[in-house]
């Protein structure tokens, strides 16, 4: 398994692998995979792609 995801800290597109993956989670907006860059910062992956997890916001629900 590899992927790739944007690294805030790298500030570039990383390759990681598996052995960067650290969890999953169910959001509101789906399932995404946690991740960890080699550099140590962490986001997530969903299915529209990566996000930094500083830049993870909650989003306020209409419902
Ligand atoms: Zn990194």
Redesign the pocket.
């Known amino acids: 398994m590899m992927f790739s995801a944007f690294?805030p800290?790298?500030d570039s597109t990383?390759l990681m692998t598996r052995r960067n993956v650290i969890g999953f989670a169910n959001t509101e907006h789906g399932p995404v995979l946690q991740w960890r860059?080699?550099?140590g910062?962490e986001g997530v992956l969903g299915r529209h792609g990566s996000t930094a997890a500083a830049a993870v916001t909650p989003q306020p629900s209409a419902a």
């Open positions: 690294c800290t790298h990383i860059c080699n550099c910062q």
